[in-house]
């Protein structure tokens, strides 16, 4: 009998502290498989960002550093600028790079910086208490939206693909989700050829993941899992926006 | 005969794999794991199991381990 799935050998054999059915599991995951398969485990380097996946580096058997809030794509530069032969890539979140990021990863982008991008988007602030981001869609309810998002008020949501799509210094951009096992295959499909595009060195590359956040959704993990499909795919489309 | 381990320690109980599993072989414990949760149980009573592997993929605490 062949073991046919299993723990990826860069994951350490630690426990998460995310909440039960939260998506980074599966990110931290997806990327660990990928690092894997393309053999790079000596020579990446990714970077923790400020969120919930703030301890990621507890969980990759790999190296890894932290950042200041946002200021993962500045630190990305910074070691694959000094460091070309390694393979860098970034882990954030949508407060940490649709909110107080957004500068560093418009102009990451826009300089061409041939790093990897991992973009978390559970449209809401999970690590401070589920309040609004600028990815929130309309009508979510949220602790700072407790009637829902009005646009009127607090504007529209922020599509981070979308807008960097059209920089002619991103080489890749697609969006992707993980509400069943199928999506979560699209994306490591996707996550792997971010990967390998910085390898052939083709230039800056993006995966949005749309996941979800049960807790401060308020609802079940299958719930929550469906109300990404239903709800927030209508206000992020998913496919590849470039490259 | 595919099968899968479940490592009810690390278990959350968020179920995703029970609500994936196309041939409904995972159920929930009747005991609380130390975490203090109810874990999911591979019973596989009518041996349908295929090795599918589609609970282990959307499972986000890396709990399965799937054999074929």
């Known amino acids: 009998m062949d073991t046919i799935f299993s723990k990826p050998d860069s994951m350490k054999d630690v426990p998460t502290h995310y909440c ?32 919930c996946a703030v301890i990621a580096y507890d969980y990759w058997d790999f190296d890894v550093t932290e950042t200041a809030h946002g200021r993962v794509p500045a630190v990305a530069t910074g070691i694959k600028r000094t460091h070309p032969e390694n393979i860098v890539f970034g882990y954030q979140g949508d407060g940490d790079l649709a909110a107080i990021g957004t500068a560093e990863i418009i102009h990451a982008a826009n300089r061409r910086e041939n790093i990897t ?27 700072t939206t407790p009637l829902g998002r009005d646009p009127k008020r607090e504007g529209f949501p922020l599509k981070v693909c979308e807008l960097l799509s059209v920089l002619p210094g991103v080489f890749y951009a697609e969006r992707v989700a993980l509400y069943n096992p199928q999506n979560v295959l699209k994306a490591k499909k996707a996550i792997r050829k971010a990967f390998q595009n910085q390898i052939d060195g083709s ?41 | 005969m595919p099968k899968i381990e479940i490592d009810k320690e690390r278990c959350k109980g968020c179920q995703l794999c029970m609500t994936y599993c196309p ?19 591979f019973l596989d009573r009518e041996k349908k199991c295929t090795g599918c592997s589609f609970c282990a993929i959307i499972c986000p605490d890396l709990c399965i381990t799937v054999y074929r």
């Open chain 1, 20 to 51: 039960p059915g939260c998506g980074h599991g599966v990110v931290h995951r997806l990327i660990c498989e990928v690092v894997d398969e393309l053999g790079i485990r000596e020579s990446v380097i990714g970077i923790a960002p400020v969120g």
């Open chain 1, 117 to 143: 991008i991992v973009f978390v988007n559970n449209s809401l602030y999970g690590m401070t208490g589920g309040q609004m981001a600028p990815t929130t869609i309309l009508k979510q309810k949220t602790a």
């Open chain 1, 203 to 243: 230039g800056f590359s993006i995966v949005e993941v749309l996941s979800q956040c049960p807790t401060y959704l308020g609802l079940s993990p299958k719930d929550a899992v469906k109300w990404v499909e239903e709800d927030m795919l209508k206000e992020y489309p998913l496919g590849v926006f470039k490259g």
């Open chain 2, 23 to 41: 041939k409904a072989c995972i159920e929930e414990d009747k005991s609380i794991n130390k975490k203090g949760v109810y874990p999911v149980l």
